[in-house]
């Protein structure tokens, strides 16, 4: 498995911006399918973002599209997602997580991943 760190997180006023990271161990990060979900508490881990090992391909989920960018810099072992437009909603601890399997459609599947990192925490106050 590979260790993956996740840092940025904090709090931040609605309307506001952060920058998450997540920084991966290893020579063979730049093969890897990365994402990042979040879990708010009560509620079930959820999808945000993937991005593939060249970038070539990103997806969202429905409720960030046009507010969250994900990107990496495989030079840095590091997976971006910069979030802005934040919402109280979007309170949750984040996590980035390795993609070892799936189809090309299931990639909202946490099960499709491993090497969870231990989280950021990102409260958004209105």
């Known amino acids: 498995q590979v260790q993956l760190v996740e840092s940025g997180g904090g709090l931040v006023q609605a309307g506001g911006s952060l920058r998450l990271s997540c920084a991966a161990s290893?020579?063979?990060?730049?093969?890897?399918?990365m994402g990042w979900f979040r879990q708010a508490p009560g509620k079930e881990r959820e999808f945000v973002a993937l991005?593939?090992?060249?970038?070539?391909?990103?997806n969202y989920a429905d409720s960030v599209k046009g507010r969250f960018t994900i990107s990496r810099d495989n030079a840095k072992n590091t997976v971006y997602l910069q979030m802005n437009s934040l919402k109280p909603e979007d309170t949750a601890v984040y996590y980035c997580?390795?993609?070892?399997?799936?189809?090309?459609?299931?990639?909202?599947?946490?099960?499709?991943?491993?090497?969870w990192g231990q989280g950021t925490q990102v409260t958004v106050s209105s």
């Open positions: 991005i593939r090992w060249n970038g070539a391909t990103i």
């Open positions: 290893g020579r063979t990060f730049s093969t890897y399918t």
């Open positions: 997580a390795r993609r070892i399997y799936g189809g090309w459609d299931t990639y909202q599947n946490a099960n499709e991943y491993d090497s």
